[in-house]
């Protein structure tokens, strides 16, 4: 039960990023932006990549959980359970990674 709320969460989440953003879109690994990966559905969490220190900081105050690959830690990626918080994470997600990077389009 509680794998199909987050899958209805994360598939609304993704209706409203889409047509939020232009650049983002669906994939078969999750959610892109400008083809690179930034958030996905992991079991019943949502998986966000954003930046060193955010992802410590959250962490350390247990709103998240390092995501786990290859048997270690992905330093920019966390697991987040709280349904509530997934828009707010996602949506940092998509800055952080669809960012220009320093000296590209600025």
Do not use: C
């Not at 048997?71 to 940092?92: F, I, K, Q, T, Y």
């Amino acid at each position: 039960m509680e794998y199909d709320l987050a899958a209805q969460r994360y598939e609304d989440l993704a209706i409203e990023l889409v047509d939020e953003n232009d650049g983002v879109t669906v994939g078969p690994d999750g959610l892109l932006v400008r083809g690179k990966l930034f958030a996905f559905l992991a079991d019943a969490d949502l998986v966000v990549e954003i930046p060193d220190s955010r992802a410590a900081d959250l962490v350390s105050r247990g709103v998240a959980e390092p995501y786990v690959s290859g048997g270690h830690p992905d330093r920019n990626w966390v697991r987040v359970s709280s349904l509530e918080l997934w828009p707010e994470l996602a949506r940092e997600a998509h800055e952080f990674v669809g960012a220009p990077p320093v000296g590209g389009q600025s």
